[in-house]
């Protein structure tokens, strides 16, 4: 087990993003403004016109299995949640495909992108305030 302290005071964002921004790089592009390595992805709500995703295909193993997917939208996205570790977000999320009526389930990947408006809160454990 790890556990990872807040090295200092933390800093609490919320993100609000527009028709067509791709989720992780906007949440990658905050990190670098804010000089932070390491936090919470501790909300997300939202809605998607493009998933990419990928989840285990294994328990057991050296290796989790990954497989990934994509699905176009409208999809509706109902929790997304994770660590940021070494600058690098890692979020989870639940979404539901309102065409196909599938619920998606698993770890977000680059190039999932905002349809109508998507909302995360990050705490930053690390963050240095805005650098110019």
């Known amino acids: 087990m790890?556990?990872?302290?807040?090295?200092?005071?933390?800093?609490?964002?919320?993100?609000?993003?527009?028709?067509?921004?791709?989720?992780?790089?906007?949440?990658?592009?905050?990190?670098?403004?804010?000089?932070?390595?390491?936090?919470l992805v501790t909300a997300g709500i939202g809605s998607f016109s493009v998933l990419h995703m990928h989840t285990i295909t294994r328990a057991h193993g050296e290796s989790a299995g990954d497989v990934h997917m994509e699905a176009e939208?409208?999809?509706?996205?109902?929790?997304?949640?994770?660590?940021?570790?070494?600058?690098?977000?890692?979020?989870?999320?639940?979404?539901?495909?309102?065409?196909d009526d599938r619920i998606y389930m698993g770890h977000l990947e680059p190039g999932s992108i905002v349809a109508w408006r998507a909302e995360i809160g990050l705490i930053l454990f690390d963050a240095k305030g805005a650098q110019s």
């Open 73 to 99: 939208g409208p999809i509706e996205v109902g929790s997304m949640l994770g660590s940021i570790q070494n600058g690098e977000p890692h979020v989870h999320f639940v979404a539901h495909h309102t065409a």
């Open 2 to 39: 790890q556990v990872i302290p807040a090295e200092q005071e933390n800093r609490t964002l919320l993100l609000v993003l527009e028709r067509g921004d791709d989720v992780l790089a906007c949440i990658n592009e905050a990190l670098e403004r804010e000089g932070a390595q390491t936090g």
